[in-house]
């Protein structure tokens, strides 16, 4: 790995920094976004409510990815698909989409595949990203949910949600994403990253983007590193 430290202007947009608590307000959201339009980071990720708020406070300086069957995933294909609808109509730029994981760990690959791509094609364009929570998946099953995401036409593929079940992001789980698919489908790293070191492992394993909450702190410590 290259030990310079990274451009914090460059790597801020690698940053998709997170805000999906359920009790989080608006004016949490507000300050939130404020944050992110000052790092210009590449994305902000929020539950579907907040999508319209959001896409206010940052205007077009940052991408709203909306959240979609968060977090648990078990809802039906047709509630997914009208989440993309209403959240698209509201401004949201892209999804990070919660698939069914109890399809693939029943063998229903086809149910699970069918599922993303009609989220996929609900997107019309804007780019899909599947949350495939690792920490319930053995590795057979993470390679082939990733490999199943991939035929759907997604854009991206997660190791988690950070939130629900999907645990960490690894080096190791980052890595066998990154050798799952294609060089196409981009991979996003997800749960406990708060700082630069793991942030700077997890992209050198192959993450291209970093779903966070400590964005801000991370690129502080960049500035700081590269400031001595």
């Known amino acids: ?17 997170t805000l999906v608590a359920p009790e989080a307000t608006l004016s949490d959201l ?9 790092y210009r980071f590449g994305a902000v990720v929020v539950q579907g409510c907040w999508v ?7 205007g077009d300086d940052v991408k709203v990815s909306a959240g979609v069957g968060f977090p648990m995933g078990g809802v039906t294909t047709s509630a997914k698909v009208a989440e993309i609808r209403e959240t698209a109509g509201l401004g949201a730029d892209m999804f990070d989409v919660m698939p069914n994981i109890g399809f693939l760990r029943s063998g229903m ?3 699970f595949r069918d599922e993303v791509a009609a989220m996929v094609e609900e997107a019309r364009g804007r780019p899909v990203r599947v949350m495939l929570e ?11 949910a990733a490999k199943l995401s991939e035929q759907a036409g997604v ?29 196409k489908v981009h991979v996003k790293a997800s749960g406990g990253i ?6 700077l ?28």
């Open 155 to 183: 854009a991206g593929v997660k190791n988690s949600s950070g939130w629900g079940r999907g645990g960490p992001a690894t080096v190791e789980d980052i890595r066998l994403l990154r050798e799952s698919v294609s060089p």
């Open 109 to 111: 690959d086809e149910e």
């Open 52 to 58: 319209k708020q959001a896409k206010q406070f940052v």
């Open 201 to 228: 492992s997890l992209v050198d394993a192959g993450a291209d983007y970093l779903g966070t909450r400590a964005g801000v702190a991370i690129i502080d410590e960049l500035r700081e590193r590269l400031a001595r």
């Open 30 to 38: 507000k300050a939130f976004c404020a944050a992110a339009r000052e």
């Open 134 to 144: 690792f920490t319930v998946l053995d590795r057979e099953q993470k390679v082939r």
């Open 194 to 199: 708060r700082d630069l070191d793991n942030a």
């Open 1 to 17: 790995m290259d030990k310079r430290p990274p451009d914090p202007e460059a790597f801020a947009k690698r940053i998709h920094d």
